[in-house]
């Protein structure tokens, strides 16, 4: 895979050809399977009579299952190859990256604006350690306020104060955090007056260099637009912090580079710096909670690329408890579907590859049709027993073992990085409990979506940087709704004797108030330092290569980000 001009940053369809030729092949036998069906459909033996309209309702209930099967097949099949490409190809993307390092010369008086956004959840001490880490010269830290709480905007004005920072505030929250960013660099006083923006969230801590390190990839390649820091989790300081992070170090490298190369490269909210010319260009940042996956489609738009620079690792906090994760994966799921109400038909009418289009929709279309989901096993459970329906003889063997592997596959990459460098013990519990941590989610995606299509519109949800200890009272009350869609999942198992069919999302929804109590138990300073480091050096270990080429370039220093 070359580029064609060794100025421009390319992409090739080479990932989605494959793909979509491994999954044809196997929806032509889904499919076969599934017509030999529709001649004769399979009814229990009790059905004496098979009247016109329960055979056309069955049909229309094996159509819809054979087209659910499809696309959860697909979705499979991109988990999959997206993995094991990755790795059978590391080292060639590797040295792809060496261009960037290797290349000469940076716009040396480029200024630099780095906008710190903030919503009651100020964190000076990350902010400190990321200018702190900055030798940037031309480079301006502001922090954007749109705090409401008095407390955070005091401590705002002590630490700018201390700092000599300047703090920017706005009358209201318009357009959430994209509305924020937009208030400060559209305004007359700054529009045009700058080069590059780097935006940080509340926890971001920038790595060394980070503004020089990203100007490399704006001089290699002509036509990138924003480059995307690679991200590590950090300050992981009660269990489940220390549980769960781990995914976070191994998804970034392996996912971002593939897309970086083969799919749709996306800004991802922090630890990213963006030209002013394609910012501009775009009219800013689109006001909608999903603003960074909008903006980085609008940018493709006018011919700019995102760029994914694995060997400049930033650090994040991971969600601080199960309360919070719920609450982000409740604004991730709102903001995916008000993105696809408003940039379905963009993406369509969009210049952009077809490849680059199929990754957006297999990547952000998956949480709100979390509905399509529920309502396929509602379906399953209640209809098929009511029109008779046979599925043992529906579902053979040879359907059931791919499902199940495509079911697991976005696992695959978890497994790969972490099997043999972490504890076995800490393995298994971190792959049962990602099972009970996503598999809860269901209810969360579905109620979400269920709103939003409905009418309610997208909120942004700033993710909690804070947690009390979890009561057992507390923890029912805030997981009603898991039980009581576990339980109503349960009931109608039993009724028509097809429990076990849906028995995982069952335990999920019961077992997740487990995790609840996770964060209860909390870890001293020293310890989670310990903690950090651990998964940190196995994180550098893993992209040695990067950093040795980062190292090539004469960023040395670039190893202190871990």
């Given amino acids: 895979m070359k580029d064609k001009r060794k100025d421009v940053m390319a992409k090739s369809a080479a990932l989605y050809v494959t793909m979509l030729a491994v999954w044809t092949v196997l929806a032509v036998f889904l499919w076969v399977n599934f017509i030999r069906v529709f001649k004769s459909v399979p009814f229990k033996s009790e059905i004496e009579t098979v009247t016109k309209a329960r055979k056309i309702c069955a049909?229309?209930?094996?159509?819809?299952?054979?087209?659910?099967?499809?696309?959860?097949?697909?979705?499979?099949?991109?988990?999959?190859?997206?993995?094991?490409?990755?790795?059978?190809?590391?080292?060639?993307?590797?040295?792809?990256?060496?261009?960037?390092?290797?290349?000469?010369?940076?716009?040396?008086?480029?200024?630099?604006?780095?906008?710190?956004?903030t919503c009651n959840d100020f964190d000076g001490a990350s902010l400190l350690k990321s200018l702190e880490r900055q030798t940037w010269k031309n480079a301006e830290a502001v922090i954007l306020d749109d705090s409401s709480n008095e407390t955070y905007?005091?401590?705002?004005?002590?630490?700018?104060?201390?700092?000599?920072?300047?703090?920017?505030?706005?009358?209201?929250?318009?357009?959430?955090?994209?509305?924020?960013?937009?208030?400060?660099?559209?305004?007359?006083?700054?529009?045009?007056?700058?080069?590059?923006?780097?935006?940080?969230?509340?926890?971001?801590?920038?790595?060394?260099?980070?503004?020089?390190?990203?100007?490399?990839?704006?001089?290699?390649?002509?036509?990138?637009?924003?480059?995307?820091?690679?991200?590590?989790?950090?300050?992981?300081?009660?269990?489940?912090?220390?549980?769960?992070?781990?995914?976070?170090?191994?998804?970034?490298?392996?996912?971002?580079?593939?897309?970086?190369?083969?799919g749709f490269s996306t800004m991802l909210g922090h630890g990213a710096m963006i030209s002013r010319e394609c910012y501009e260009k775009a009219g800013g940042f689109p006001e909608l909670v999903a603003e960074d996956l909008c903006l980085s489609i609008e940018i493709r738009n006018y011919g700019y690329y995102v760029a994914f620079a694995p060997e400049i690792v930033c650090e994040e906090e991971y969600p601080i408890d199960y309360a919070a994760f719920k609450k982000r994966h409740s604004k991730w799921t709102q903001g995916n579907l008000e993105f696809i109400k408003k940039y379905t038909k963009k993406i369509v009418k969009s210049p952009m590859k077809w490849y680059e289009k199929l990754d957006i929709v297999l990547f952000t279309y998956n949480l709100p049709l979390t509905a399509i989901f529920a309502f396929f096993i509602f379906l399953n459970l209640v209809f098929a027993p009511v029109i008779g329906i046979d599925l043992g003889r529906v579902y053979k063997l040879w359907m059931i073992v791919p499902t199940i592997i495509f079911f697991f596959s976005p696992m695959l990459n978890d497994f790969i990085v972490w099997t043999f460098r972490l504890n076995p013990l800490r393995n298994l519990a971190y792959f049962f409990c990602v099972i009970i941590l996503y598999g809860s989610m269901l209810t969360t995606s579905l109620v979400s979506a269920a709103l939003g299509m409905a009418g309610k519109k997208a909120k942004f949800i700033v993710t909690p940087k804070s947690s009390s200890k979890v009561t057992l009272l507390w923890a029912l009350k805030f997981q009603w709704k898991e039980i009581a869609f576990s339980s109503l999942l349960l009931a109608l198992g039993l009724i028509f004797h097809d429990a076990l069919s849906v028995i995982l999302i069952i335990a999920t929804g019961y077992l997740s108030i487990i995790l609840l109590f996770f964060s209860n138990k909390r870890y001293t300073e020293e310890e989670t330092e310990k903690i950090d480091r651990k998964t940190s050096e196995i994180s550098k270990k893993i992209n040695r290569v990067y950093l040795l080429e980062s190292a090539a370039s004469g960023e040395e220093n670039q190893k202190a980000a871990y």
């Fill in 59 to 117: 049909l229309i209930l094996l159509g819809f299952n054979a087209v659910f099967i499809s696309y959860f097949w697909l979705n499979g099949v991109k988990d999959f190859i997206y993995v094991v490409w990755y790795y059978i190809n590391r080292g060639r993307l590797i040295r792809r990256h060496k261009s960037v390092a290797e290349a000469e010369g940076i716009n040396e008086n480029a200024k630099v604006l780095l906008l710190y956004c």
């Fill in 153 to 262: 905007k005091k401590s705002i004005d002590e630490f700018a104060k201390e700092h000599n920072i300047k703090v920017v505030r706005r009358a209201d929250r318009k357009g959430f955090k994209a509305g924020n960013i937009n208030h400060f660099l559209l305004s007359d006083e700054i529009k045009g007056n700058y080069d590059y923006s780097v935006i940080l969230d509340s926890d971001e801590i920038l790595p060394e260099n980070f503004i020089q390190d990203c100007l490399r990839y704006f001089n290699r390649y002509k036509n990138v637009g924003i480059v995307q820091g690679n991200h590590i989790s950090t300050r992981n300081r009660n269990l489940f912090m220390k549980l769960f992070h781990i995914g976070v170090n191994s998804h970034w490298p392996t996912y971002q580079t593939m897309k970086h190369f083969y």
